[in-house]
Protein backbone atom coordinates (compact mmCIF):
# COMPACT_ATOMS: atom_id res chain seq x y z
CA UNK A 1 0.00 0.00 0.00
CA UNK A 2 1.38 3.58 -1.17
CA UNK A 3 1.42 6.17 1.61
CA UNK A 4 -1.60 8.45 -0.15
CA UNK A 5 -3.80 4.92 0.39
CA UNK A 6 -2.33 4.56 3.49
CA UNK A 7 -3.12 8.46 4.27
CA UNK A 8 -6.70 7.93 2.81
CA UNK A 9 -7.64 5.06 5.16
CA UNK A 10 -6.47 7.34 8.79
CA UNK A 11 -8.84 9.81 6.96
CA UNK A 12 -11.68 7.53 6.69
CA UNK A 13 -11.18 6.23 9.93
CA UNK A 14 -11.13 9.47 11.28
CA UNK A 15 -14.56 10.65 9.57
CA UNK A 16 -16.29 7.22 10.58
CA UNK A 17 -15.30 7.77 14.31
CA UNK A 18 -16.79 11.86 14.00
CA UNK A 19 -20.04 9.29 12.75
CA UNK A 20 -20.06 7.21 15.56
CA UNK A 21 -19.35 10.23 18.07
CA UNK A 22 -22.21 12.56 16.35
CA UNK A 23 -24.22 8.84 16.71
CA UNK A 24 -23.76 8.49 20.71
CA UNK A 25 -24.86 12.58 21.01
CA UNK A 26 -28.12 11.73 19.05
CA UNK A 27 -28.78 9.00 21.37
CA UNK A 28 -27.93 10.86 24.44
CA UNK A 29 -29.88 13.96 23.26
CA UNK A 30 -32.94 12.27 22.62
CA UNK A 31 -32.88 9.96 25.85
CA UNK A 32 -32.05 13.33 27.80
CA UNK A 33 -35.29 15.54 26.27
CA UNK A 34 -37.36 12.01 26.68
CA UNK A 35 -36.42 11.92 29.93
CA UNK A 36 -37.48 15.92 30.44
CA UNK A 37 -40.87 15.39 28.37
CA UNK A 38 -41.59 12.14 30.64
CA UNK A 39 -40.06 12.90 34.22
CA UNK A 40 -38.14 9.53 33.84
CA UNK A 41 -35.47 9.97 36.45
CA UNK A 42 -34.16 6.92 35.65
CA UNK A 43 -33.57 7.35 31.95
CA UNK A 44 -32.09 10.78 32.78
CA UNK A 45 -29.68 9.27 35.43
CA UNK A 46 -28.17 6.79 32.60
CA UNK A 47 -28.50 9.62 30.58
CA UNK A 48 -25.86 11.69 33.43
CA UNK A 49 -23.46 8.64 33.15
CA UNK A 50 -23.65 8.00 28.91
CA UNK A 51 -21.65 11.68 28.89
CA UNK A 52 -18.47 10.18 29.65
CA UNK A 53 -18.67 8.14 26.36
CA UNK A 54 -19.17 11.28 24.25
CA UNK A 55 -15.85 12.64 25.83
CA UNK A 56 -13.82 9.69 25.25
CA UNK A 57 -15.19 10.21 21.48
CA UNK A 58 -13.78 13.73 22.16
CA UNK A 59 -9.87 13.21 23.55
CA UNK A 60 -9.43 9.70 21.13
CA UNK A 61 -10.39 12.10 17.75
CA UNK A 62 -8.43 14.90 19.28
CA UNK A 63 -5.54 12.96 19.45
CA UNK A 64 -6.01 11.51 16.08
CA UNK A 65 -6.51 14.21 14.15
CA UNK A 66 -3.66 15.85 15.93
CA UNK A 67 -1.32 12.82 15.11
CA UNK A 68 -2.19 12.63 11.44
CA UNK A 69 -1.14 16.38 11.14
CA UNK A 70 2.62 15.90 12.85
CA UNK A 71 2.99 12.77 10.53
CA UNK A 72 1.52 13.46 7.45
CA UNK A 73 1.52 17.35 7.33
CA UNK A 74 -1.77 17.69 5.38
CA UNK A 75 -2.29 20.57 2.87
CA UNK A 76 -5.37 21.77 0.98
CA UNK A 77 -8.47 19.55 0.92
CA UNK A 78 -7.31 17.16 3.39
CA UNK A 79 -6.05 20.10 6.08
CA UNK A 80 -9.67 21.46 5.85
CA UNK A 81 -11.39 18.17 6.39
CA UNK A 82 -9.10 17.53 9.56
CA UNK A 83 -9.52 21.06 10.63
CA UNK A 84 -13.00 21.12 10.54
CA UNK A 85 -13.36 17.22 12.58
CA UNK A 86 -11.07 19.12 15.04
CA UNK A 87 -14.10 21.98 15.06
CA UNK A 88 -16.77 19.51 15.17
CA UNK A 89 -15.72 17.61 18.03
CA UNK A 90 -16.05 20.51 20.34
CA UNK A 91 -19.53 21.43 19.04
CA UNK A 92 -20.77 17.83 19.35
CA UNK A 93 -19.21 17.46 23.45
CA UNK A 94 -21.28 20.31 24.05
CA UNK A 95 -24.13 19.15 22.59
CA UNK A 96 -23.72 16.12 24.92
CA UNK A 97 -23.06 18.38 27.41
CA UNK A 98 -26.46 19.99 27.30
CA UNK A 99 -28.03 16.55 26.91
CA UNK A 100 -26.70 15.70 30.69
CA UNK A 101 -27.53 19.23 31.78
CA UNK A 102 -31.23 18.46 30.52
CA UNK A 103 -31.09 15.55 32.56
CA UNK A 104 -30.04 16.69 35.33
CA UNK A 105 -32.68 19.23 34.95
CA UNK A 106 -35.18 16.42 34.80
CA UNK A 107 -34.17 14.97 38.21
CA UNK A 108 -34.49 18.27 39.74
CA UNK A 109 -37.70 19.45 38.26
CA UNK A 110 -38.96 15.66 38.95
CA UNK A 111 -39.30 16.74 43.04
CA UNK A 112 -41.73 19.35 41.82
CA UNK A 113 -44.19 17.19 40.83
CA UNK A 114 -45.39 18.93 38.17
CA UNK A 115 -45.34 17.62 34.25
CA UNK A 116 -44.25 19.31 31.50
CA UNK A 117 -46.96 21.85 30.42
CA UNK A 118 -45.53 23.83 27.86
CA UNK A 119 -46.82 23.07 24.37
CA UNK A 120 -43.60 24.88 22.41
CA UNK A 121 -41.00 22.40 23.79
CA UNK A 122 -41.55 18.99 22.04
CA UNK A 123 -41.59 21.18 18.85
CA UNK A 124 -38.29 22.80 19.87
CA UNK A 125 -37.09 19.67 20.58
CA UNK A 126 -38.05 17.71 17.28
CA UNK A 127 -36.55 21.30 15.77
CA UNK A 128 -33.22 21.10 17.48
CA UNK A 129 -32.55 17.34 17.06
CA UNK A 130 -33.00 17.30 13.49
CA UNK A 131 -30.57 20.17 12.66
CA UNK A 132 -27.95 17.87 14.76
CA UNK A 133 -29.21 14.78 12.63
CA UNK A 134 -29.27 16.94 9.18
CA UNK A 135 -25.98 18.79 10.12
CA UNK A 136 -24.16 15.20 10.63
CA UNK A 137 -25.73 13.97 7.22
CA UNK A 138 -24.10 17.08 5.45
CA UNK A 139 -20.84 15.68 6.56
CA UNK A 140 -21.37 11.75 5.55
CA UNK A 141 -23.06 13.23 2.16
CA UNK A 142 -20.74 15.99 1.47
CA UNK A 143 -23.88 18.10 1.34
CA UNK A 144 -23.54 21.75 0.43
CA UNK A 145 -27.33 23.13 0.28
CA UNK A 146 -28.12 20.80 3.27
CA UNK A 147 -25.28 22.35 5.49
CA UNK A 148 -27.00 25.92 4.48
CA UNK A 149 -30.69 24.43 5.11
CA UNK A 150 -29.26 24.05 8.84
CA UNK A 151 -28.17 27.16 9.02
CA UNK A 152 -31.57 28.67 8.19
CA UNK A 153 -33.22 25.98 10.28
CA UNK A 154 -32.09 27.93 12.99
CA UNK A 155 -34.57 30.67 12.79
CA UNK A 156 -37.25 27.95 13.76
CA UNK A 157 -35.77 27.25 17.03
CA UNK A 158 -35.35 30.59 17.67
CA UNK A 159 -39.06 31.66 16.91
CA UNK A 160 -39.63 28.53 19.51
CA UNK A 161 -37.50 30.11 22.53
CA UNK A 162 -39.13 33.19 22.03
CA UNK A 163 -42.62 31.48 21.97
CA UNK A 164 -41.46 29.72 25.59
CA UNK A 165 -40.09 32.90 27.40
CA UNK A 166 -43.59 34.26 26.51
CA UNK A 167 -45.39 31.13 28.23
CA UNK A 168 -43.53 30.48 30.88
CA UNK A 169 -43.83 34.46 31.63
CA UNK A 170 -47.78 34.52 30.93
CA UNK A 171 -47.83 31.40 33.46
CA UNK A 172 -45.88 32.81 36.28
CA UNK A 173 -48.23 35.86 36.22
CA UNK A 174 -51.18 33.54 36.15
CA UNK A 175 -49.86 31.36 39.11
CA UNK A 176 -50.41 28.46 36.89
CA UNK A 177 -46.71 27.22 37.23
CA UNK A 178 -44.21 28.63 40.43
CA UNK A 179 -40.75 29.78 40.22
CA UNK A 180 -38.07 26.73 40.69
CA UNK A 181 -40.73 25.20 37.71
CA UNK A 182 -40.08 28.26 35.69
CA UNK A 183 -36.50 28.50 36.09
CA UNK A 184 -35.78 24.84 35.14
CA UNK A 185 -38.20 25.10 32.12
CA UNK A 186 -36.23 27.95 30.69
CA UNK A 187 -32.84 26.51 31.67
CA UNK A 188 -34.16 23.62 29.37
CA UNK A 189 -35.45 25.65 26.36
CA UNK A 190 -32.21 27.81 26.59
CA UNK A 191 -29.84 24.30 26.35
CA UNK A 192 -32.26 23.85 23.58
CA UNK A 193 -31.78 27.15 21.35
CA UNK A 194 -27.98 26.14 22.68
CA UNK A 195 -28.14 23.08 20.46
CA UNK A 196 -29.81 24.27 17.52
CA UNK A 197 -26.72 27.12 17.66
CA UNK A 198 -23.47 23.92 17.68
CA UNK A 199 -25.78 22.66 14.92
CA UNK A 200 -24.87 25.82 13.08
CA UNK A 201 -21.17 25.41 13.98
CA UNK A 202 -21.52 21.81 12.82
CA UNK A 203 -22.54 22.82 9.46
CA UNK A 204 -20.41 25.89 8.82
CA UNK A 205 -17.44 23.58 9.70
CA UNK A 206 -19.17 20.96 7.22
CA UNK A 207 -19.18 23.91 4.66
CA UNK A 208 -15.67 25.09 5.34
CA UNK A 209 -14.04 21.60 4.46
CA UNK A 210 -15.94 21.29 1.32
CA UNK A 211 -15.00 24.84 -0.30
CA UNK A 212 -12.68 26.14 2.18
CA UNK A 213 -15.17 28.98 3.12
CA UNK A 214 -16.05 29.81 6.79
CA UNK A 215 -18.91 31.93 7.19
CA UNK A 216 -19.09 33.75 3.98
CA UNK A 217 -14.73 33.63 4.14
CA UNK A 218 -12.51 31.96 2.22
CA UNK A 219 -9.80 30.48 4.56
CA UNK A 220 -8.16 28.43 2.34
Given amino acids: MNSRARFDE ?14 AVMQN ?15 AEQTVK ?13 KDCLRIILREQPVAKDLRLITAVLKMIT ?10 DISKMTIFMERTKQSVTISQMKPMTVASTTMIKKALDSFI ?3 LLLA ?45 ERI ?9 WVIFSINGEHKHNLIF
Avoid at 33 to 43: A, Q, Y
Avoid at 54 to 62: A, L, M, S, T, Y
Avoid at 159 to 171: H, M, R, Y
Fill in 91 to 100: DLERIGDHAA
Fill in 29 to 43: IVAGLKSFLTMDVNL
Fill in 50 to 62: ADKIVNEFEQKIE
Fill in 196 to 204: GDHAVNISE
Fill in 10 to 23: ELDRLQLELIKMGD
Fill in 141 to 143: NRD
Fill in 148 to 192: EEVISDDDVVDELFEQIKKSVADSIRSQEMDADYALYAMMVAKYL
